[in-house]
């Protein structure tokens, strides 16, 4: 499933077709593959794009909550019961155009977090290492509610700016709030 790239050539977007049986093909191994291989690609950072091999309809998303809730299923859950309803509110909602991107830069600052943790990690001897696992659950949890904090702060200046420009814009057209 790893394809060759020469040395500083861009990686080209995989291709991976879904026929009307269910059946995944990567036009690049060609080969079927299955959603355990597709999620391998995301883990190998593989650029891919699925789309409908009737329609050319691009179905990356829905593949990827597929992957999502075949993890669920498997194993322990990452989404807890709250966090699915708290998502699930924010569909409809006017701040719903501003959750993707919230949420897609707090996972970025994890992923950047859980890098330069592997990155300070390869240094420690196996004694080390066990002192750091020690560590890690309390430091982990301090760095998140910081991070928290931030994320809750922006989203109430958020918030307040909002609803400043809404009474703006009332406010031109003689309405108030």
């Known amino acids: 499933m790893t394809s060759k790239h020469p040395e500083g050539a861009r990686k080209a977007q995989r291709v991976i077709k879904k026929y009307p049986n269910r059946r995944l093909y990567d036009t690049d191994a ?3 593959v299955t959603l355990s291989q597709v999620r391998q690609l995301v883990m190998d950072g593989e650029p891919f794009v699925v789309s409908d091999a009737k329609t050319g309809e691009d179905l990356t998303r ?18 807890t019961t709250p966090v699915l309803s ?3 509110r924010f569909y409809g909602h006017t701040m719903q ?6 949420l897609e830069k707090n996972m970025q600052a994890l992923v950047e977090l859980q890098t330069r943790m592997g990155e300070q990690s390869k240094a420690l001897t196996p004694e080390m ?3 750091f696992m020690g560590m890690q659950a309390p430091l982990v949890q301090g760095l998140m ?3 928290l904090e931030q994320s809750k702060s922006l989203l109430a200046q958020m918030q307040e ?4 420009q809404a009474e703006q814009v009332l406010g031109s057209f003689g309405l108030k709030r």
């Open 30 to 32: 060609s080969a079927y």
């Open 62 to 79: 829905s593949i990827l909550m597929q992957i999502i809730l075949e993890q669920e299923a498997n194993g322990s859950p990452m989404f």
């Open 86 to 88: 708290n998502i699930i």
């Open 97 to 102: 155009g501003f959750m993707g991107g919230y």
């Open 129 to 131: 290492w066990t002192q």
């Open 145 to 147: 509610g910081t991070s």
């Open 161 to 164: 700016q909002m609803q400043k």
